[in-house]
């Protein structure tokens, strides 16, 4: 550190030209950096539920709808069919589109006086009241439409876009915004759908950041401006952050990375954390000048004093965010990668750009007389200085040290009320963690009332829903008994009332052969031969264009049973794949049929398993490496011991709290265990390493505890309140997860602090006072620094 | 045979003064554009003198090709007529064996369908015409143009230049339609030699590449060179469709009785 420091003061012009010829650099690669919320690249390309996916919408087409709903008085009406035939017409035109199914385009196989036709189902549009209201029975009463492409009220129409094969699902669902943002026709319109909720929540979560950045970065220059008082006390830790957030950006588009609504709150994090990094230093190279020392000797006796600390800081962080790595969600692994860099940016600038410019800056009187920094920096004997503008804010600091110290003192006495407390705390921790919920539906991320969530409830109650669960059946489809399979299959999958009509080439037959017997309601069945079977399926290849493609491969050796998902919370789905396994079980098992289930919703499904699994996975990572530095850092397995417990029972803490509260566990506020973990043990740290300088200095027991919350205390205070105020922030988002996850960090950093300050001391007595009487001496290590 | 001289009309013409050489020019765009049009049509005439004939039974396999690769394949046998003024048309399915007696007759704009499983005979829309032929990527109007239609009804080319295609010398054909149709043009590869298209370009109506179709394994049938192997490819889903000619009989002679619903009944 001494020689790094020596080469920063001696070529200061070189790292600061160095470093912004970097950050140029980055920020035109930062540009290219976009933003995904397709739930795919959420998970490794090879993982089972992608793959089995993509093949499906490889062999059947697009597994994702877009839908636009019309809700109107009565859609049986001229004005209900024009409306819907033009907005057809329009969608129909929106490049990437490939379908749209609506009742002015569905195809019916229909029976006639003269024979047979695949067509639409409306010839002509009904003229009259009475032929309105025969359609009106007509449609209502048959189960392939009622819910599906009309409400069973008749009140709103639905029209299914699908999207084109290899088109941008999210592309093409603005192109479709766009026409219904601009819709000025009869009744009301609804978008929704997986694509257009993708689309909506990339956009708002970008406007949401627009706004949000801005207000955590002027809150962090309020702090550091309240610390130092000074104009460069705010823009040298303040370029720090926006440095290394310009540094990460640009690493990630140079690797071609997305940002993602996980990774979306980096940037709150990087400023909140960043620069505090920043602070210490300074507040160490404006202690030096107060000594008198000159610039250069300020930093280079800063920098060794207080770099290494700040180094082992910084990399306990990183190693609580590189944990995430740990998951198998690619998004996940992601954010931790780019969260431990953009610290390690952080770090490197404050430890090189910042010191060179400040080298460079000429002295103001102020900085010499100034030494506000000191108070924060944790570095004991401060405040005794009260003389300036500051008085007012010493005056809290006092109240606040006058707290401290009382408290340091009854500690010894309460240690007994301090566990006890801990102890109900942590029962009822674990009492919640039964109740927590994981979340992995995009579509909770919109507010109740917000307009995609609107739109998403509205298709869920007046159709079957906008979510699918796909099946594909393997084997000889034109065998009858296979056909019977599936058609005793879906009875039973409509029975469960988790999905509307069950829709698959068993459907189209039966509608096939009663249409072949003039509409004979007796033949609506599956035609008992597998020659008739085979002629029927030819009869409607010739008559409609791609008409089985849907249901059905080329070869007939697969097809597909699709069915709308009416409940699509992660408890629905969980019930709608276990009633689906057991009909396969029933139905399909005895013929060997191979089966499998797929849709958005039985990724979502995966992704929430992949989230807990992560989650847990990555926690004790982070915990083992913590305590691991901890231990170094320390040199006291003691010390690591307790502060690694600390943690642990924080993020306990934390996830009781979700359970009592339901917050569900999502991709988001699944991030709060690694920021807890690694933010969280810096307090510890502190506290630890006070009591062994306390007991280096020859105060033992009591009285070194008392000191120790005394001085350190407010080092720890002062450093929570900037940390969480930058996450406190988020609170105001228009996302409810990221509001959570506002919340939760507030409260983990809160509980890591208050923790740190009762528990660890409290636990530091019970055993070294257990000890002192085995032994004479009492443990110490020497260690650091 | 026929010659391409298009190109040296006017090349002897040198003009001194400016205005004479405008002149010449503008006569020489005129003549070479008609010219070049006059070779298309004929070029075109001599294709559909090739390929057309009146009557024809054919026993082909017809297989489809889904984008993702899947197939399906059918054995049918092709019995078409145009001497009575309207383009009739049987389709006889000969395998697999589940659909084995399948019948579809085409008569004018009427389209029938016998399915032995049902032992009756039902009409199908008229429409189903417009589309594919039997699911395929060729339609039934690309059909027609091959077997007793020709091309020279509902298209008129403009000769483009002459090109090789493989192994073979090939004149490159612009195709515009003359009448409503589903294309907006086609580029046509003519082997200079045996006069048969080796490649066509289908352009849809928004101007876009739709198909292309490519002829190989040429053989002679009732003497007349005919392209026993047709690939016809959609360029924009990815599907495709391969025609394997087994058999063709250029001089067939059909029974009126052959194209009516009664004999579709019959079967075989």
Redesign the interface.
Known sequence: MRRWSAWVTGWPRLFVAMSILVTILAAWFAMDVTMTTDVKDFFPADHEQVVTYDEIERTFGSAEFIMVALEMEDIFTSLGFETIAQLTRDLQGVPGISDVRSLTTVEEVKGTDWGVEVGPLLDAVPQTDEEFQRLRLTVLNDPMYSGSIVSPDGTAALHVLEVEQGADPVTVAHKVRDIVGSYSGAGQLYLTGTPVLNAILAESMKTDLKRLLPLVLLLVAVILFLFFRTVRGVVLPFLTVMMSLVWTLGLMGLLERQMSPLNAVMPVILVSLGNAYGIYLLARFNEGLKQGHDRITAVQKGMTSVGVAVLLAGSTTMAGFLATMSSEITQMRDFGLFTAIGVASALFISLSFVPSLWVLLPTTARETHNNKGEAESGSGGANRNRKGKGAKRQLRIGTLERWLTRWGEALPRRKGAVLLVTGLLVLGALAGLPRISTDSNFFNFFDPDSQPRVAYDLVADKFSGSESIEIVVRGDIQDPAVLEAMEAFQEGLEQTGLVGTPQSVVNVLKRTNRAMQEGDEAYYALPEHRDMVAQYLLLLEMSGDGFLDRFLTMDYSQARIQALVTDSSSEGTRRLFAAVEDLFEIHFAPLALDVTQTGIIALLDALADLIIDGQVKSLWWALGAVFVIVRLLLGSWQGSFLSTLLVFLTILGNFGLMGWLGIPLDIVTVLISSIGVGVGIDYSIHIYSRYQEEQRAGNHGSLAVSRTIASTGQAIFVNALAVISGFVILVTSSFPPFRYFGSLVTATMATAALGSLTLLPALILLLDGRRAKHRSKSTEIHGQQ | MLRINGVQIGQKDEGNGKWMLGLILGVFLIGTGTVAALAGNEILAEVDTVMQSDSRSMSQTMT?????G???TRELQVFSDSTGGEDQMLVR?IA?A??RG?G?LMDGDDM??Y????GRV????G??KQ??F??SDFSYVDMEQFGTRGFAVDYQAIFVETQSVGDREAYQLQLEPTSDSEYSKLAMWVDSERYLPLQIHYFDKQGEHFKTLTTSEFALFDDRWTATNMLMENVQSGTKTEIIVEQVDFNAAFEASIFTTRNLERGQ
């Open positions: 489809l090709f889904s984008a993702s899947q197939s399906r399915f697999p589940d659909v399948t579809l029938y369908l399915m032995p499983a049902l039902r009409r199908i829309a429409h189903a589309g594919s039997m699911g």
